[in-house]
Every structure is written in C-alpha cells, then in structure tokens.
C-alpha cells in the first residue's frame, strides 16, 4: 500500500466520530508530537503555546491514561470529562504510591 494511501486511512481513523470529541495543548513542538502519539489518535494543528491535538474518543479513561505517558506537558482545552478523567487518574497513582 502507497504512503500516501497509508496517510489517508490513518487519518481517516483519527477523525472518526465517537463519543468524545476532545482538544489538548501538547507544549512541544511537532517533530517531537509526531514521534510520541500515535497518528490515530488525533490530527495536529499549530497552536501559539505548541501543538494542538484534536480528536475523539470512545473511551475517556483510556484518553487520559495516553496523554498522562506523553513525556511533555499538556493542556487540556475540552471536554470537562477528561479533566475529570485524568484527576481520577491522578487520584488512582496516588493512592497506589501511598
């Protein structure tokens, strides 16, 4: 299969609609964005303070637990569930530490 159409289908994946539609600040720049998250879970976009992923999801606990392994900062824009998703996440680390 050609490149080309390789992209296609990767990005037809990444756009697909599902339950959640989010949109996440990733504070890096996008050679370092494209190395680190898989090219299905969203499409980058220029942002002033880095790179903008957007895309959607099904499964909102599973989002979080992908952006929590990035190895640079992020900022969530939206939805309010994965905020909520990723403060359990947290809460979930911290009592397994303690």
């Known amino acids: 299969m050609g490149s080309t159409r390789l992209s296609h289908i990767v990005q037809g994946i990444a756009t697909l609609p599902r339950q ?3 949109a ?3 504070k890096t720049d996008l050679l370092r964005a494209q190395a680190e ?9 220029p ?4 790179i903008l992923l957007r895309g959607s999801a099904d499964d909102i606990d599973w989002l979080a637990r992908q ?10 824009i939206g939805p309010d569930a994965l ?3 990723l403060r359990r996440l947290a809460d979930q680390l911290r009592a397994m530490a303690d």
């Open 20 to 22: 959640f539609t989010f």
């Open 47 to 50: 942002h002033a303070d880095g």
């Open 67 to 76: 952006l929590a392994a990035f190895p640079f900062p992020f900022a969530v």
């Open 24 to 26: 996440v600040v990733l």
């Open 37 to 45: 998250v898989m090219e299905v879970l969203g499409v980058f976009e």
């Open 83 to 85: 905020r909520d998703a």
